[in-house]
């Protein structure tokens, strides 16, 4: 695919934009790729709802916005109930089944990993929840690869950190090469 | 003014995006505006180059990018060479003169504050240095109140930090007012 247009959406705290923002480093400084990154603030903010729009292409991109995304990702029902409707048809919509309970409504291939319960279970630290989710997302879609998310956390992490967060990637890559 | 366009560029590590995050968050939940905060990736991110746009408003932002910004910050040489001819003629352009030498032909009222100094002198943590610029930036413009950046800071870093962030938070007001 010659552009991916992505959004992330949970809840303020669950790492949301951290992960976005290390998703549009990793396409661009290790894959070569053109990436926009965005948060658009407003009422759903005021409300704890967090949404973070992320572009990927390989050609330059003109308008940053996602409109209609073909990947969305919602880690709280509030945020899964808001932005359900605005994906692409035939999308792929990933969620976490502690958080999400999925309509029925929606035009899009739906994906339930138990990213939160896994992380929890393995490592213990909620923390990672954001980066296991990475992990399932390009573990699902082959979007980029692996080594370039840790290549961004190796430049932004201390490294006493690092173990952490390459077990709880390779747990969502599990995860999503499993679905 | 009904609308800020603001854009903050250095280089990785400085907490540039961090910084915008922040003041984006600040104004949407405390201080009931609207907020668009993005960054572009492309050929500067793997030079290294950091850019990140912030548009903050009262009423609501239908497109999303920063062409001229009215508020430039820029903290390394190459961001200053890079985007200083893209400010709105009479702009601010805020600068640290450890990191950029001005030059004379943008039309910008520049505004040079030895922040990086200030804050290794009193606080001795460059980690701090991008609080220490939203204080400066709030202490010139009035953007908004420093109150606000200090709840969003409240709700996102450890007990432990918020003491050395209130710091550096003052060091730039002062120098911002002072100037």
Aim: charged share 20%; proline share 5%; glycine share 8%.
């Amino acid at each position: 695919m010659d552009r991916s247009r992505i959004v992330f959406s949970g809840s303020g705290g669950q790492g949301v934009i951290t992960a976005a923002i290390i998703l549009a480093k990793a396409a661009v400084i290790y894959e070569g790729k053109n990436a926009i990154q965005s948060q658009s603030y407003g009422a759903a903010a005021r409300g704890g709802a967090t949404r973070s729009d992320i572009l990927i292409a390989d050609s330059e991109i003109h308008f940053p916005k996602v409109i209609q995304p073909n990947i969305l990702v919602s880690l709280t029902q509030e945020s899964y109930n808001t932005f359900s409707p605005i994906i692409r048809p035939g999308g792929l919509l990933l969620v976490d089944p502690r958080y999400v309970t999925i309509g029925t409504k929606v035009d899009a291939k739906h994906v339930a990993l138990p990213m939160y319960e896994r992380v929890m279970e393995e490592i213990k630290k909620p923390i990672v929840f954001n980066i296991c989710m990475l992990g399932a997302l390009i573990g699902l879609t082959k979007l980029i690869r692996p080594e370039s998310i840790l290549k961004v956390l190796e430049t932004t992490i201390p490294e006493d950190f690092m173990d952490m967060n390459k077990k709880a990637l390779d747990l969502g890559l599990n995860l999503g090469e499993a679905a």
